[in-house]
């Protein structure tokens, strides 16, 4: 066990190592960030010294190890836009993002879970077929639109909570909250619904696919054979069956999470990393675009880190296999 | 024609027996139809700026406009006919789809099944790679290159297609790679045959079936995709409206309550979304025999 954990914190690193350079690369390598820096008309002596000073001139390998040895050092370098320093930009948009984000993505596991394994255990029903025909509707339909239908219904027509913004906040360890104030939580229902859309439809299409073949095993069969009441069957076995693929969608939701709140936060203008990193995209704010990627990939390897670990306590077959 | 017992034919059989393919498979066709035939359907050419006219922007459905014709859907905000703008921005959304689609196919399935081939350190190599990319969220990485390469068709297809190859060569590696194994392989391997030639003569055949179902679905994944990126505003530029473009453009008047110029255009890609997705939802059932028993 301690081997193996040892063994992916190194996987980890190596695959943070190599993000990073492809991200540097990627983000630093394509187009010319001094056309951004300063305009087209500077003199050509201007152009030059503002090359040096950002160190555009050495080669990109060399770039890359000084952009690296800053990194390990906490510094992110300076926003382009903003003028601060990066990771303190991240970091002060990062609460706002993870609230809503939580609320979705657990919003989405209590009801669909639930929905999808009913929706498995009676495939024929009535319900099931409507709780599948919303699902491929909340799987199919672009989030920014169902976005747009949030907002149309219940704050351009029925006007009853806000179209955008975060509301009132209230202070927890020194971090300005939302979900504190009614106002802030007003304000976060209709986002987070959205954000909760698609998960909530992955969740029940999951749990449906799950339960529809572990109810045909030998395992239900057998637990049926011993006289186990359906309620119990479905508790005890089919959710244990069914929970492994479930945990790994529910910590990797957490990551895409991060990416679909790009297009929520833009809607709602939800100041959260997300409509951070649009901005910076749009106006091609580099460092801060590097620091993003970088801060979605540690969270995507930390997660599927917790991830892996969560199987050694869901499956014993695995603890047994490696112990 | 086909034979009664040959595979099509029995497929065919047993999508049949789901209403709701069927009639989703009709809207598809449906929708492609149109889009094909927008210049000899659309009253208007919306993307002849010289038709449009100011004085005509932004009416509600229903009104008759200088040119003579009814909008029965209404008008955006340059004066053009949301009717012929959907079926223009259909026909836009379709080729994108289908263009980075294909191409996303050809890539990633040439990666998944030479890694599946190939074995050893090239196979664990190319696999990581490219689950290191499913490690980054497809329309994250779609939204960076997009803005990185600037707008435009080409760009906006390479976009789409570098987010999209991954999930194509993963499926195809692992469905190569069960196949690499068996009996048939090896006895063709055997023969003087040219290992190319195993490779797509005996080996992608038999991979098909799931590799079909990702491609339904990743199609309307990247139409979904295109719309998400040009409502975002890194998509196609206005004068091209995709159906994306036409929904961001009416975004910031609906607050306003002139709902159609982004209500319509959703619809319309609701619809061609939803319709491939239960096509693609039908042929996933049909191929998984998990759930024949």
Same mark, same amino acid.
């Given at each position: ?84 320093? *990066? =990771?303190?930009?991240?970091?002060? $948009? /990062? ?5 809503? @984000? #939580?609320?979705?993505?657990?919003? !989405? ?14 495939p024929d029903s009535a319900l099931a077929k409507a709780i599948m025909a919303l699902s491929i509707l909340g799987f199919s339909v672009p989030t920014f ?41 007003s304000h976060m229902l209709l986002p987070a619904a959205n954000l909760a859309f698609f998960k909530l439809a992955l969740m029940t299409r999951l749990a ?24 119990? *069957? =479905?508790?005890?076995?089919?959710? $244990? /069956? ?5 945990? @790994? #969608?529910?910590?990797?939701?957490? !990551? ?68 | ?293």
């Amino acid at each position: 066990m301690l081997t193996h954990v040892i063994e992916r914190i190194l996987q980890a690193l190596v695959v943070m190592l190599v993000m990073s350079a492809l991200v540097f690369v990627g983000v630093y390598a394509i187009g010319n960030p001094i056309d951004v820096l300063i305009g087209p008309d500077v003199s050509q002596d201007i152009r030059l010294e503002t090359i040096a000073r950002y160190g555009l001139d050495r080669p990109l390998w060399e770039q890359y190890f000084t952009f690296l040895s800053r990194v390990l050092h906490g510094d992110f370098g300076r926003s382009f836009v903003f003028g601060m320093p *990066v =990771l303190e930009l991240i970091l002060s $948009r /990062l609460p706002a993002t993870l609230e809503l @984000t #939580v609320a979705a993505v657990v919003g !989405a596991a209590l009801i669909g879970i639930p929905a999808g394994i009913y929706a498995g255990y009676r495939p024929d029903s009535a319900l099931a077929k409507a709780i599948m025909a919303l699902s491929i509707l909340g799987f199919s339909v672009p989030t920014f639109w169902i976005g747009l239908v949030l907002i149309m219904t219940f704050a351009v027509e029925l006007q009853i909570l806000p179209a955008g913004g975060r509301g009132d906040t209230a202070a927890l360890f020194g971090i300005e909250w939302s979900f504190l104030t009614a106002n802030g939580l007003s304000h976060m229902l209709l986002p987070a619904a959205n954000l909760a859309f698609f998960k909530l439809a992955l969740m029940t299409r999951l749990a449906r696919a799950g339960t529809r073949e572990v109810m045909l095993s030998d395992t239900v069969k057998f637990a049926r054979a011993a006289g186990l009441s359906e309620w119990t *069957v =479905l508790r005890r076995h089919v959710l $244990r /069956l069914i929970s492994i693929p479930l945990v @790994t #969608v529910f910590g990797l939701e957490f !990551a895409s999470t991060l990416a679909f709140a790009v297009v929520t936060e833009t809607i709602f203008s939800w100041p959260g990393i997300g409509k951070l990193i649009i901005d910076s995209i749009q106006s091609l704010d580099r460092p801060v675009m590097v620091a993003y990627l970088m801060l979605v990939a540690f969270v995507f390897i930390m997660i599927n880190f917790v991830v892996d670990l969560t199987y050694f306590a869901l499956d014993p077959r695995l603890r047994k296999g490696r112990a | 024609m086909m034979r009664k017992d040959s595979p099509a034919a029995r497929f065919w059989a047993e999508f049949r027996e789901s209403r709701i393919a069927v009639a989703a498979l009709a809207v598809v066709v449906a929708l492609v139809g149109v889009a094909l035939l927008a210049p000899l359907i659309a009253p208007q050419d919306p993307h002849d700026l010289a038709k449009l006219a100011l004085m005509d922007a932004r009416r509600p459905p229903g009104y008759v406009g200088s040119g003579g014709y009814t909008h029965w859907l209404g008008t955006d905000a340059q004066g053009r006919d949301l009717f012929s703008a959907i079926l223009y921005g259909l026909r836009i959304s379709l080729q994108m789809g289908l263009v980075a689609g294909a191409i996303a196919f050809a890539v990633g399935v040439t990666l998944g099944i030479s890694a599946a081939y190939l074995g050893g350190r090239r196979e664990a190599f190319i696999m990581r790679v490219i689950d290191l990319q499913l490690a980054f969220p497809a329309i994250l990485l779609a939204l960076v290159i997009s803005a990185l390469l600037g707008q435009g068709k080409a760009q906006l297809i390479a976009a789409l297609a570098a987010a999209q190859y991954a999930y194509f060569a993963r499926t195809a590696h692992s469905a190569a790679s069960a196949e690499r194994g068996k009996d048939y392989v090896e006895a063709a391997l055997s023969t003087p045959l040219p290992a190319r030639q195993v490779v797509w003569r005996h080996i992608l055949p038999n991979c098909l079936p799931p590799l079909i179902v990702v491609a339904t679905v990743q199609v309307a994944n990247a139409i979904a995709l295109e719309a998400t990126l040009s409502f975002l505003g890194v998509g196609l530029p206005v004068t091209e409206p995709s159906l994306g473009s036409l929904i961001a453009n009416g975004f910031q008047y609906m607050l306003s309550g002139r709902y159609w110029i982004s209500i319509y255009p959703g619809l319309a890609l609701i619809l061609l979304i939803v319709a491939i997705n239960l096509v693609g939802d039908q042929v996933r059932d049909q191929v998984n025999p998990r759930l024949k028993r």
